[in-house]
């Protein structure tokens, strides 16, 4: 059972790059999300998806693309990196999309610098 | 909008002291609330959950009480260890209409034990 798998693990830009962070779920999780981590301030939500071909914007969404093609994959694009996206990113899934009962499952995380 | 505030890190402790993380939270409605664990270079774990006022959360020695008058959810372990040197984030998530299970996460807790 893979769980969450996320990669690469880690990856460096040049700004103005373009790149897709992959992420992917074995459990037939219908939530799934992407969060940034960046020090002093937790983890906080880029974008969500509560099911295939349904995709919202979360607490910091500009600079960021999301599709949700198949229950499986939820990738994340990096449209034209800026050294502010330096961070750690994290995938996460759940069974229901109501989170509130059903604890989230997270990945190990991708480690991203812009240049 | 809803908000999670952990006390102020990091945190170093002697093993089988006392721990306490302390966590108050703000939110709208009547939130779920959580703690997550994330060990060096792995994404996060979690550790416990409450769901309703004054219930108790537990696993591995770790404990919380979702206290709704005082709007607090800390975390306590009578005896910590060396493996429990982490990382620790209080979360809460908002069930049902359009919040989908989102996780608001605090800023995180470095825990150091040592021998």
């Known amino acids: 059972n893979a769980g969450v798998t996320q990669t690469p693990k880690f990856q460096v830009l040049k700004t103005g790059q373009s790149m897709t962070l992959q992420c992917a779920q074995d459990m037939n999780h219908e939530y799934m999300s992407w969060y940034r981590q960046d020090p002093g301030m937790g983890l906080r939500l880029i974008h969500y998806?509560?099911?295939?071909?349904?995709?919202d914007q979360g607490e910091v969404p500009n600079g960021y693309n999301v599709s949700r093609s198949t229950t499986e994959d939820f990738p994340l694009r990096l449209l034209s990196a800026a050294p502010s996206q330096t961070s750690v990113y994290f995938c996460?899934?759940?069974?229901?999309?109501?989170?509130?009962?059903?604890?989230?499952?997270f990945g190990d995380g991708t480690r991203l610098s812009i240049l | 909008g809803d908000s999670v505030t952990q006390m102020e890190g990091p945190v170093t402790l002697s093993e089988e002291a006392f721990l306490t993380i302390n966590c108050t939270y703000t939110?709208?409605?009547?939130?779920?609330l959580f703690w997550y664990v994330q060990y060096p270079g792995e994404g996060l774990q979690l550790l416990l959950k409450a769901t309703k006022a004054d219930d108790k959360g537990s696993n591995k020695g770790f404990e919380a009480t979702y206290r709704k008058e005082t709007t607090s959810f800390h975390l306590e372990k009578g005896s910590v260890q060396v493996s429990d040197s982490a990382v620790y984030f209080c979360?809460?998530?908002?069930?049902?209409?359009?919040?989908?299970?989102?996780?608001?996460f605090g800023q995180g807790t470095i825990l150091t034990v040592h021998p």
């Open positions: 996460a899934s759940s069974y229901r999309f109501d989170g509130s009962n059903q604890p989230q499952h």
């Open positions: 939110a709208t409605g009547y939130p779920s």
């Open positions: 998806s509560v099911g295939a071909g349904i995709t």
């Open positions: 979360a809460l998530s908002e069930s049902g209409g359009t919040s989908y299970g989102k996780l608001t």
